[in-house]
């Protein structure tokens, strides 16, 4: 068994015990050791089961269940940044501003990093709720881009009709701002040909110059769309874009590229049921696109004991604290080695030769008789 494993299984079984104690729950040493009851009640209290009990409900749309579940988790280990993420984002839900700006806070003590992205999160998904679909192009900002969201190909590989008149929106856009560059997202192939390269040659056929085309040929779904995309912006210093796709996919999209760290500052559709889509999204129609959004922001759905990580506690940038604590218990490949990345451990030194032992005394004579 290697030192990572064995440093996993002791954070594991540590993490079990403190939950139960923590809260309350069954004393362990009072049940049989092969009892289902103490494996399910531990599983129940342990960070990672409330975890994803949270995560369960949130997905059910039973809210106010996971906010409570994630608060248990959180008072037994604190500074979890996944949980503190989630915490912000369903609180902003319910509209629980003080508990969604608190555990904002403590997340930027914690975890900086994360803390900007949920914030992010928590914007992204306010402003893609508010949108109001419209075939107008809009002013694109200066470095930013046009992203049109693909579509299912048909099995004989061709656009199906509102495809193409995802592309007529954004080639309107293009024509709008032509010194922005275009990207086209969409992969499952059909006849050998994807989504994105069958929305390029659609584009190229009407005079934009293949140049100014990125695609993005991988993606599955629109949260894969948003976060592929993401990523190839990423690289080309863009954070910011022009959203296009239809109406009742605009809001979905947004929230889904403000989960994965992209921020829609226009947002173009076509004309298909328009209308239907005239209201913005209010209270618990929200949920269904905040969801989705935690989804593209790669926060776990589920977790398991060895996920959970030791806080790092106040004062520490857990950023950093974070990354040596993975590395500890991640330990090396090769039994009973050194954690990777390690120095060497230097020669040892020579023993000292043990000290010779002094001869025995000669026994003592008796004194002869007188």
């Not at 995560?55 to 503190?84: C, H, W, Y």
């Not at 590229?257 to 913005?280: C, E, I």
């Not at 969801?291 to 776990?300: D, F, K, L, V, W």
């Amino acid at each position: 068994m290697t030192n990572g494993t064995n440093v996993k299984k002791r954070v594991a079984a540590g993490a079990a015990v403190v939950a139960v104690a923590g809260l309350g729950g069954v004393a362990l040493g009072t049940l049989p050791t092969n009892s289902t009851s103490v494996t399910r009640t531990a599983d129940e209290i342990t960070p990672s089961g409330l975890y994803n009990s949270a995560q369960k409900s949130f997905a059910a749309r039973k809210v106010t269940d996971g906010l409570e579940s994630i608060k248990r988790m959180l008072a037994i280990t604190a500074n979890d940044p996944d949980a503190l993420t989630l915490q912000a984002v369903w609180a902003d839900q319910e509209a629980d501003a003080a508990t969604r700006d608190a555990a904002l806070r403590k997340l930027s003590t914690v975890r900086p990093t994360a803390a900007g992205k949920a914030r992010n999160l928590v914007e992204g998904v306010t402003s893609a709720a508010a949108l109001v679909p419209s075939t107008s192009p809009v002013s694109a900002p200066s470095g930013s881009a046009i992203v049109i969201l693909g579509m299912g190909l048909r099995a004989n590989g061709s656009m199906a009709p509102e495809l193409i008149n995802r592309l007529k929106a954004g080639l309107d856009q293009a024509e709008m701002s032509p010194q922005t560059p275009i990207f086209v997202t969409g992969g499952l192939p059909k006849k050998g040909i994807t989504e994105a390269g069958t929305m390029k040659k659609w584009l190229i056929s009407k005079g934009v110059s293949e140049s100014r085309i990125t695609t993005e040929d991988k993606s599955t779904s629109t949260v894969t769309n948003a976060q592929n995309t993401t990523e190839i912006l990423r690289m080309r210093g863009v954070s910011q874009i022009v959203l296009v796709t239809s109406p009742n996919h605009i809001r979905r999209g947004a929230a889904d590229f403000a989960g994965a760290g992209t921020k829609v500052v226009g947002a173009v559709t076509t004309s298909t049921d328009l209308s239907r889509y005239s209201k913005p999204l209010t209270g618990a129609s929200i949920a269904g696109i905040r969801y989705e959004a935690t989804r593209a922001a790669n926060i776990p759905v589920t977790k398991g004991a060895s996920d959970i990580l030791p806080d790092t506690g106040p004062g520490l940038i857990g950023d950093i604290a974070d990354k040596l604590m993975n590395e500890l218990m991640q330990g090396n490949g090769s039994k009973g080695g050194a954690a990777k990345g390690a120095p060497a451990a230097p020669p040892a030194r020579p023993a000292a030769p043990a000290p010779a032992r002094p001869a025995p005394a000669a026994p003592r004579r008796a004194p002869a008789p007188r």
